[in-house]
């Protein structure tokens, strides 16, 4: 953090603050017991910076909570309606806790209390938890706190639910004979593995048909994923969506594909929601025996623990066919003494 350096016969010291560098002479001479002066100068001087109370370190003026929360949102102002919805509502369930109290006032004991004031399930805390921590992180990182007091909860595992072929097949007969444009963005779901964000953001210029690859502009990342353009799916692209400029899609907002639920209701059907399409996509690949590492290249998740522990459903009777196999050529390939002893050691 600081450094002594000698310069002609004087002895300097160079610091640095907020990724800005200052240098001081200390007007002593370069010899032995004034290295040692120098030395405690140094260790004063990081302890100044450390502790925010060196002259050079501007001084903050202790914020209110809302306008605190103001400055955060506007560097979120890229991010997707659902995630700023997200950051709102976790955001107007602790103020309407705590107030519009100075951040610094918020500390553990506040945490706490608020915590026990919500009367909601464990995963919906925990994305409260999770959303302020990020807010009051953003604070933290601004030194209008020291310390974030929102500690990470645990997310209760949830089941994983993917539609099965058959339902599948009949939601996409259903909306092909009601409505071609409600059945082509379905299907292209399906094919895909798209977020819905996604789906309603792409456009027939993000598909290269000559390198047969579909550009994915993601927000949640702030990135551009790329995506096989493979045969099916371009036949599909092809014969369903005669048009190449634009929208590929209709829809401007998620609400606008509510259809989805209407259509799975009327038909007596589970209710299954756009994103668990994402999952039946990527479960699918998975179940197919598509190499793990493929598998969270395809559905663009930055760590494969991600799509490993939230995205894939494990086909059991995939799994028993198998088992039967291996089990079958085991006993065929055991002479009948040591299949004997097999059975009987159980």
Known sequence: MARIFVRGKTIWITYSIKGKRYRESLGMEANRENMKLARRVKALKEAEIINGIHRDIKK??????????????????????????????????????????????????????????????????????????????????????????????????????????????????????????????????????????????????????????????????KRVDAFPLYYKLREFLLTEFPTRSGKVVKYKRRDSLKFFRRELEKLGMEKYTLHEIRKTFISTLANAGMYAFDVQKLARHKDIRTTQKSYIEIDYNRLSSQLNNVIKDTIKDTTPEKSLKLVQNG
């Not at 976790?90 to 705590?98: C, D, I, Q, S, V």
């Open 60 to 221: 903050v003026r202790p914020k209110l909570l809302k306008s605190c929360f103001d400055e955060f949102m506007l560097t979120r102002a890229e991010r997707s309606d659902p995630t700023k919805q997200l950051y709102e509502y976790a955001y107007k369930k602790l103020e309407n806790y705590t107030g519009n109290l100075l951040v610094t006032e918020i500390d553990e004991e506040i945490v706490n209390g608020f915590e026990r004031s919500i009367n909601l399930s464990k995963n919906t805390v925990e994305i409260i938890f999770r959303h302020l921590r990020i807010i009051f992180e953003y604070f933290r990182s601004k030194k209008y706190i020291e310390m974030n007091p929102f500690p990470a909860k645990e997310k209760s595992p949830k089941k994983i639910k993917v539609m099965s072929e058959d339902e599948l097949n009949l939601i996409l007969r259903v909306l092909k004979n009601k409505n071609e444009e409600q059945y082509r963005a379905i299907k292209l779901l399906l094919m895909t593995g798209l977020r819905i964000s996604e789906l309603i953001r792409l456009k027939h210029e993000d598909i290269d048909y000559k390198r047969n690859i579909i550009y994915i502009s993601n927000s949640k990342g």
